[in-house]
């Protein structure tokens, strides 16, 4: 994922001693309860606010250590050069509470007002909604799908919205008035669809299926054992994940107008789920645990890193850093270390297995992280402090989220899927 423009992102490092805690504070300690929103003691002994963050430490010139840790602020972006001084025992500014407060509320949807009657109304003690959190809103929810949708698409520049489900169909809609404009019948349950320019891309079992969007050219790739589970486009190269653990790559040739076989990429001895490009390197996580970091230049693998106890569900490119979510209810952030080398450098821990991750950024430029869980959610966080923004509900796990222009982003749910939006910043004067 490539998202340009934005602010820079500017963090703490916190490489030396912190500064010593005052006397106000050093003893004090913050409400658990009051953190989660449901704090019910009156007086409570514990704080209600976050404790102050100290200053910057001072490297040992005297002078204030690096706040900024990379030139290019986006997801996927390039990878960053390293200095001399790169200072390499990555403490650093991951999960850092912000400003913001965690938004828990009684989290859980109303089954009575999803029917259509709950008689509490406002007195409900249940949500009455499918979002948690301020600065983005529901648009819009279409449904049609006889099974839950594993892939959305948006083609760059076209006005059609594209959904791939295990019912064995994928739906083109019209990303004006939201109606379905057709059905396309493949004879497979959809692994995974992506977009590529004018090109829509659906994995099925034992075929990845190419349209053309602009000439409606359509092309069958072969070589696929089992179900295609995830593919990614990198160095004009088209990767897909399988299910018997091969990565395999196809490349255009212009001349005949298909895609030919390019490559062949063995190493993970079972499925491989997921697949992201990134700083010249494609990342592969796998049913296996194991995440491969391969070169794009010459397709060797460099490196496996085996710290996830579960599948690597998903991963995510941003700024110099790898993101990864597994069913071992763990979100690890890797960063490369003076030989190229990646390590973890922050561990967020989730309460349920992970599904998925999508980054974008919000109205006011700030990079979010959105993470799907197998509780029928998604949640919301700023980059890098994991302070939470938000949670979407679903009737269902969320199997695929896409991000559009605009501040537009898509949620899979069930049949059907959601359409979100963040809200334009308020103007102050």
Same mark, same amino acid.
């Given at each position: ?9 500017? !963090?703490?490092? *916190?490489?030396?001693?912190?500064? =010593?805690?005052?006397?106000?504070? %050093? ?19 514990? +704080? ?6 100290? /200053? ?15 030139? @290019? ?12 001084? !790169? ?20 989290? %859980? ?6 029917? $259509? ?18 600065? !983005? ?23 059609? +919205? ?14 004006? /008035? ?61 990767? =897909?994940?399988?299910?018997? $653990? ?15 076989? =390019? ?24 049913? @296996? ?37 597994? *069913? ?7 960063? =490369?270390?003076?030989?190229?080398? +990646? ?10 297995? *992970? ?13 979010? +992280? *959105?993470?799907?869980?197998? @509780? ?21 796990? #969320?199997?695929? #989220? ?14 059907? !899927?959601?359409?979100? %939006? ?8």
């Amino acid at each position: 994922m490539d998202l340009d423009g934005g602010n820079r992102r500017v !963090f703490n490092r *916190l490489g030396g001693p912190s500064a =010593a805690p005052t006397d106000s504070s %050093k003893h004090q300690k913050v409400c658990y309860h009051w953190r989660a929103g449901k704090c019910t003691r009156l007086p409570c002994p514990f +704080l209600h606010h976050e404790l102050p963050h100290h /200053s910057a430490p001072a490297t040992a010139n005297g002078s204030v250590a690096p706040k900024r840790f990379a030139d @290019d602020s986006g997801f996927s972006g390039p990878a960053p050069r390293r200095g001399p001084n !790169f200072n390499n025992n990555h403490n650093n500014s991951w999960g850092r509470m912000g400003a913001n407060k965690v938004v828990r509320k009684t989290e %859980k949807v109303c089954n009575y007002w999803v029917q $259509g009657n709950c008689n509490y109304g406002d007195k409900c003690r249940f949500l009455h909604s499918w979002s948690l959190g301020d600065g !983005f809103t529901m648009l819009n929810h279409l449904d049609g799908h006889q099974k839950v949708v594993s892939g959305i698409a948006l083609p760059a520049g076209m006005d059609k +919205l594209y959904t791939g489900s295990k019912d064995e169909t994928v739906r083109a809609w019209d990303t004006n /008035s939201g109606q379905c404009m057709g059905v396309i019948n493949l004879g497979g349950e959809v692994g995974c669809m992506i977009s590529e320019g004018p090109w829509l891309f659906v994995g099925i079992p034992n075929v990845v299926k190419a349209w053309n969007t602009q000439t409606n050219q359509e092309l069958s790739l072969s070589g696929p054992v089992g179900q295609v589970y995830t593919m990614v486009v990198g160095n004009d190269l088209l990767f =897909a994940g399988t299910q018997d $653990g091969t990565i395999l790559a196809w490349k255009f040739n212009a001349v005949t107008n298909s895609f030919e076989p =390019a490559a062949s990429l063995k190493g993970h001895t079972l499925a491989v789920v997921s697949l992201v490009v990134g700083a010249n390197r494609l990342y592969s996580g796998s049913m @296996d645990h194991s995440i491969k970091v391969w070169s794009l230049e010459t397709l060797q693998c460099l490196q496996t890193l085996t710290e996830h106890t579960n599948v690597v569900m998903s991963l995510l490119c941003w700024e110099q850093f790898l993101l990864s979510c597994s *069913l071992d209810q763990t979100i690890k952030v890797w960063v =490369a270390t003076e030989n190229g080398n +990646l390590e973890v450098t922050f561990t967020h821990n989730e309460d349920h297995g *992970l599904l998925n991750l999508r980054g974008m950024h919000d109205s006011e430029s700030k990079p979010v +992280l *959105l993470c799907a869980c197998n @509780d029928k959610s998604v949640r919301l966080y700023d980059l890098p402090s994991f302070s939470e923004r938000g949670k979407i509900f679903a009737k269902q796990d #969320i199997r695929a #989220i896409e991000v559009g222009p605009g501040g537009l982003f898509f949620t899979g749910d069930g049949t059907g !899927f959601r359409v979100w %939006k963040w809200a334009e910043p308020i103007a102050t004067s």
